[in-house]
């Protein structure tokens, strides 16, 4: 790709006098996108070495009628099996499927009295997935951020740290790195935000309406996990879009477009498989909500101070900070801001030597 010629793509050099070669030193050199990627591939290979464990959907299939709740367990983790359900699609058609579940037992004896289904999950999986009954109904709040650094397979994690390669340094350069940490979390927790609101809205009208299809909305399971990095890149994505528009970059490898060519047409995309209720939906929402996001932040990215409020006073762009008499901080940030609409409205190359210069600095600050 075309990226890595502009001023702004390219790796910094390290500070005079500053950090060391090795050791922790060297850990603090890494960009916020670099250790995204890195805690991303740790999770997945760390998990592959874990126990794999079971997340019950809540739907059961009772042998035994009239049995109290409370004499039930699950059975032992050998006993599985796949049973037929029945269910009654949006648009009126009743199919039947089979699905994984494990033995439930009367409590004190080995008698199965019914079938619980559940999803096999990797360990750290089944702790952070995100899905609207456990991170929504069930107050698992963290679900919102932990998903976003889970994978299903090798290659949902290798074209989505792709993706974060080529495109999340431009966008930590822009904004800094503290700015760009909280703008890729929020991004990511907003495709969660419209994975849910689409999810619940389905699951409610199917509820109260039946089985009538409504273009846009999720009918899925409520306990239908969402993984993945791709709602904080498909916001990266449209970021870079507006930082650098007319980028050439090569689709699939081959084919060289604009990037806001290629961000908006993924997003077309998206916005057509969601409506059209094609495989992945509820991925295609996460994706959604991530691009809407990243669109909104990037513009307005003062919107992010407040997220970082958290981090205290040691970040320069909070409101914090600047509280503490640090008077000197409005005004760089208002330089920044100001040299950032002229890399917009007229290119990188228009900025002078002091500008640039002070750009550099405020993301090492950032």
Same mark, same amino acid.
């Given at each position: ?9 390219? %790796?910094? %050099?390290?500070?005079?006098? !500053? ?13 916020? @996108? ?14 592959? +070495? ?8 809540? #739907? ?26 029945? %269910? ?13 579940? #494990? ?32 991170? +929504? ?11 976003? /650094? ?8 290798? +074209? ?18 503290? #700015?760009?940490?909280? /703008? ?14 689409? @999810? ?18 999720? /009918? ?52 057509? @498989? ?5 495989? @992945? ?53 208002? %330089? ?29 600050? !950032?």
């Amino acid at each position: 790709m075309s990226l890595y010629d502009r001023d702004y793509i390219r %790796e910094r %050099e390290p500070r005079r006098g !500053g950090y060391g070669s090795g050791g922790l030193s060297g850990l603090r050199m890494l960009s916020v @996108n670099t250790w995204l990627i890195a805690i991303c591939v740790a999770v997945f290979v760390i998990d592959g +070495f874990l126990p794999m464990r079971d997340v019950e959907t809540g #739907r059961r299939l009772m042998l035994v009628p009239n049995i109290p709740a409370e004499m039930v367990e699950m059975g032992p983790s050998q006993q599985y099996q796949y049973i037929p359900i029945q %269910e009654k699609l949006p648009n009126g058609k009743v199919v039947q499927r089979h699905v994984q579940a #494990r033995a439930l037992v009367e409590k004190g004896t080995t008698t199965t009295v019914g079938w619980a289904e559940v999803y096999r999950m990797r360990c750290l999986e089944s702790i952070f997935h995100f899905s609207t009954k456990l991170g +929504f109904l069930g107050f698992e709040w963290w679900r919102f951020v932990g998903f976003q /650094f889970l994978h299903a397979n090798v290659s949902h994690l290798f +074209f989505n740290m792709l993706g974060l390669f080529f495109f999340g340094p431009m966008v930590e350069q822009y904004l800094g790195s503290k #700015r760009y940490l909280a /703008f890729y979390l929020l991004c990511g927790m907003c495709g969660a935000f419209l994975y849910l609101l689409l @999810n619940l809205t389905g699951y409610i009208a199917m509820l109260q309406f039946g089985a009538v299809r409504i273009p846009g909305l999720l /009918f899925s399971d409520p306990s239908t996990p969402l993984v993945g990095a791709s709602a904080g890149i498909f916001g990266v994505l449209m970021a870079g879009a507006y930082i650098a528009p007319r980028t050439v970059v090569l689709l699939m490898f081959v084919i060289p477009m604009q990037l806001r060519t290629v961000a908006y047409a993924l997003l077309a995309l998206a916005l057509f @498989n969601l409506m059209a209720g094609g495989h @992945n939906a509820g991925g295609e929402a996460g994706h959604i909500g991530g691009a809407l996001a990243g669109y909104y932040f990037i513009r307005r990215p003062y919107h992010l101070h407040g997220f970082l409020d958290l981090l205290g006073r040691a970040d320069p762009t909070s409101h914090h900070y600047r509280k503490k008499g640090r008077g000197g901080a409005a005004k760089r940030i208002a %330089e920044v801001d100001r040299i950032l609409d002229k890399i917009r409205m007229d290119g990188v190359q228009s900025l002078t030597e002091s500008e640039k210069r002070t750009l550099q600095q405020a993301s090492r600050r !950032g």
